[in-house]
């Protein structure tokens, strides 16, 4: 097992939005872009993107100049990207591959394995123990294939924890076992050698049952030699903000095993509507989680689930609830992004 305190941070590969001579012209002129100010503190900062908003020119733009690091919010789950067992469909996952790359932006790729948004003919076909490994071979040879080399991070399964710690009941755990983690991790390692591997989940930023679960869970895979290299951090949170202290020594523990640390899905919901105090409660949680991160050396870089309240899953999900993300409907930043902004100039003006 690698038991070692990290002396480097993970670093993927993107360039100053400044250096980029593409057509996605910076859209509001900011002072800095934060993927700059977020460089020069040695992190990414990324958001999760949306294939149906990438004709409206604001977002197009406003993520060219801002962001470093994409991740695709739903294209590359299964039931979009292998819609039939015979069928894999890349088209709109290799659009948003695509701009991130004309943007100099590392993608991080979400995700290999889940218990939701999997096709019918995957959860209704009645696949025995081999069938189904089999399947899963398959599946994440096509696809960490088809993006080997372009996909910095991914989440290879996702949200396999209950909040006990315990392994969550699935169609993986039901029909395969326990051992269908290792055999995702072994898969992806084969297929796309480079890239960082990652568990991923949420309500694990804090130490408590899930995280503890987790915590025994990686280590022993770690200590059987399996290629996980990393543990993502959702942080689908609220205005009220989380126990930064215990997030900080939840991240040291991980960190101590060897792995690379991300901050995968960031929103920080609040009801609406808005108002000046919710704003700037959410803007502390914003500064707070990033500068958590900026503690901890082995955090790669901060994602969040969207970056503009226009494009967001919270209202849909949670009626009454939304204004999560750092650019407002009409992409003007809101006190979350300077927080941001001035969280990392901090760093980058040391
Ligand atoms: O694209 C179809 C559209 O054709 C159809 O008409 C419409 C009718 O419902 O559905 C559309 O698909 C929706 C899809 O989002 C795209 O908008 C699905 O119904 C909807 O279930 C899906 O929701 C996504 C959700 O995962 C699925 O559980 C959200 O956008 C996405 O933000 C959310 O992301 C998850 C992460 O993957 C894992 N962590 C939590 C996070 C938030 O729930």
């Not at 919270?314 to 407002?328: E, H, Q, R, V, Y």
Request: hydrophobic share 45%.
């Amino acid at each position: 097992m690698r038991s070692h305190a990290r002396l480097d941070r993970p670093r993927l590969q993107f360039a100053a939005a400044a250096l980029i001579a593409g057509s996605l012209a910076p859209a509001a002129a900011l002072a800095q872009p934060l993927r700059d100010l977020a460089s020069g503190c040695g992190i990414g900062i990324g958001a999760a993107v949306t294939y149906s908003a990438l004709n409206e020119p604001a977002y197009a733009t406003t993520l060219g100049a801002e962001l470093s690091v994409v991740t695709p919010e739903n294209e590359m789950k299964w039931s979009n990207i292998h819609p039939q067992r015979t069928q894999f469909s890349f088209d709109r996952a290799d659009a948003i591959v695509a701009l991130a790359e004309a943007n100099g932006m590392a993608v991080h790729g979400h995700t290999l394995l889940w218990h939701q948004q999997n096709p019918g003919w995957l959860t209704n076909g009645g696949f025995g123990r081999d069938e189904m490994i089999q399947i899963l071979a398959d599946h994440i040879d096509t696809v960490a294939g088809h993006y080997s080399g372009r996909v910095a991070v991914w989440d290879v399964v996702n949200e396999v924890f209950e909040s006990d710690g315990s392994l969550r009941r699935s169609i993986w755990l039901d029909r395969v076992g326990p051992d269908y983690i290792e055999l995702a991790f072994q898969l992806a390692s084969n297929a796309d050698p480079n890239a960082r591997l990652v568990i991923n989940d949420y309500s694990n930023e804090t130490i408590n049952a899930k995280s503890n679960g987790m915590y025994a869970f990686i280590s022993d895979l770690l200590a059987r030699g399996v290629p996980v290299h990393g543990i993502g951090f959702q942080l689908h949170v609220t205005t009220s903000g989380i126990n930064v202290q215990s997030f900080a020594d939840n991240m040291r523990r991980f960190a101590a095993l060897g792995l690379d640390i991300y901050i995968t899905e960031l929103d920080v919901r609040m009801q609406l509507p808005p108002t000046a105090a919710s704003l700037a409660a959410q803007a502390n949680v914003y500064r707070s989680i990033a500068g958590a991160c900026l503690d901890q050396p082995a955090c790669g870089g901060i994602w969040m689930w969207g970056f503009t309240d226009a494009h967001s899953w919270i209202p849909s999900f949670m009626p009454g609830w939304g204004a999560a993300l750092p650019f407002d409907e009409r992409y003007a930043p809101k006190p979350a992004y300077d927080a941001l902004s001035a969280r990392f100039a901090e760093c980058s003006a040391r």
